[in-house]
């Protein structure tokens, strides 16, 4: 069989295709993997609709080692990643009490209380390891779909790069084991660039 590519990312968000949002992702991801000698192939931008999230997902598995869905993890009607992932997978999604005490906890500490709609938030494909997310009610998850790694994160920088650094780096480290990339910048003055 043909060698798998590195990486390939999948940005959920209806509001990425309208252009109302910019991504702050991909160059994020891009940069934090190549301190690893780990390598971005393709990116794709998909809306928040579960048949499209798990027809992309389903494309992209077969040609990478590792693949990152991000966005659509929050508590509403058009936040499908999850479902969309676990329908790629061929996974259920089932309910995690521990998860929604977190939730719960979440909302407690800053004198609100968590609605059923954000219940949504502890459903996790059978099978994946959740990724806590210490910033945000939206944890992610990990998965494997045949020797592919999937993971999958919320949408908010703030609360996805932390996550990145603290447990996607390391299961990036140990699945490709090389070293860094050495990165230099040349600067040239009166040059154009050359053909």
């Not at 809306?47 to 080692?65: F, Q, Y």
């Not at 999850?82 to 089932?94: I, K, N, P, Q, S």
């Not at 703030?158 to 699945?175: D, H, I, K, N, T």
Request: a neutral charge.
């Amino acid at each position: 069989p043909p060698a798998k590519h590195d990486v390939e990312v999948v940005l959920v968000g209806d509001e990425l295709l309208r252009g109302e949002r910019r991504d702050a992702h991909l160059p994020f991801l891009a940069r934090a993997c190549a301190r690893y000698g780990v390598r971005v192939h393709a990116a794709h931008t998909v809306g928040d609709d579960v048949a499209k999230i798990a027809e992309t997902v389903r494309s992209c598995l077969p040609h990478e080692r590792v693949l990152v869905v991000n966005g659509g993890h929050g508590p509403t009607d058009n936040d499908t990643t999850r479902e969309g992932v676990a329908e790629a997978l061929g996974a259920v999604l089932e309910f995690h009490e521990h998860e929604w005490k977190r939730i719960e906890a979440f909302f407690a500490t800053r004198g609100r209380v968590a609605t059923d709609a954000n219940r949504r938030q502890a459903h996790f494909p059978v099978g994946a390891e959740i990724i806590v997310n210490e910033r945000g009610t939206a944890s992610g998850f990990c998965a494997t779909a045949g020797d592919t790694l999937v993971f999958v994160l919320p949408g908010p920088p703030g609360e996805l790069q932390p996550m990145v650094e603290s447990f996607v780096l390391g299961r990036l480290l140990r699945a490709f084991a090389r070293p860094r990339f050495r990165v230099g910048t040349f600067r040239s003055m009166r040059a154009g660039e050359f053909q």
